[in-house]
T-cell receptor, first 113, second 109 residues
Framework: DAGITQSPRYKITETGRQVTLMCHQT?????MFWYRQDLGHGLRLIYY???????DKGEVPDGYVVSRSKTENFPLTLESATRSQTSVYFC????????????FGQGTRLTVV | DAKTTQPNSMESNEEEPVHLPCNHS???????IHWYRQLPSQGPEYVIH???SNVNNRMASLAIAEDRKSSTLILHRATLRDAAVYYC??????????FGAGTILRVKS
């Protein structure tokens, strides 16, 4: 099925552990984005990518690492999880930014204990 | 990044039109105006976008001021399912997608 898929949907991890959130899209969109949304707040951009092997920082990149070796995948890694990284994470993709719509995944709810 | 200003919240009656305003006085000539909404416990979804002219689609209409410094999202007949947070975003071609605080729309039956 065409679309954008995030996995896992829910994750509980311990402080200090490395955790990777996966994002996969089937449209071959050039642009992909990672956001976090804390309870009662809006979405904040963590990282984005304009194409495979091209990534750039967003508003809140500290503590996160991304890679994009293939167009369709954009994993987000928390190198050493902290409680402040407890959040809902959304991935999005867009053919190009501006004149076309962006599509969002259903989110990954991450709890760091 | 060009900024947008939206009211924190608005309320509407079911079956009535809703006009959601957005101010973007620092908009540049290449910025597209996008609207997304986020229903409870879901990811954001696209509503509509435009550059200079008014736009209509099955979900809503977008009215853009002649000087492009403001725009209005119009839901023609609000339903309970339209209760969501609505985000107005300026997106420069080729640039990143940054959200503001949005407007919480409450729909009363």
């Amino acid at each position: 099925d065409a679309g954008i898929t995030q996995s896992p949907r829910y994750k509980i991890t311990e402080t200090g552990r490395q955790v990777t959130l996966m994002c996969h899209q089937t449209w071959s969109h050039s642009y992909m984005f990672w956001y976090r949304q804390d309870l009662g707040h809006g979405l904040r951009l963590i990282y984005y990518s304009a194409a495979a092997d091209i990534t750039d920082k967003g508003e809140v990149p500290d503590g996160y690492v991304v890679s994009r070796s293939k167009t369709e995948n954009f994993p987000l890694t928390l190198e050493s999880a902290t409680r402040s990284q407890t959040s809902v994470y959304f991935c999005a993709s867009s053919e190009r930014v501006g004149g076309t719509e962006a599509f969002f995944g259903q989110g990954t709810r991450l709890t760091v204990v | 990044d060009a900024k947008t200003t939206q009211p924190n919240s608005m309320e509407s009656n079911e079956e009535e039109p809703v006009h959601l305003p957005c101010n973007h006085s620092t908009i540049s000539g290449t910025d597209y105006i996008h609207w997304y909404r986020q229903l409870p416990s879901q990811g954001p979804e696209y509503v509509i976008h435009g550059l200079t002219s008014n736009v209509n689609n099955r979900m809503a209409s977008l009215a853009i001021a002649e000087d492009r410094k403001s725009s209005t999202l119009i839901l023609h007949r609000a339903t309970l399912r339209d209760a969501a947070v609505y985000y107005c975003i300026l997106m420069e071609y080729g640039n990143k997608l940054v959200f503001g605080a949005g407007t919480i729309l409450r729909v009363k039956s």
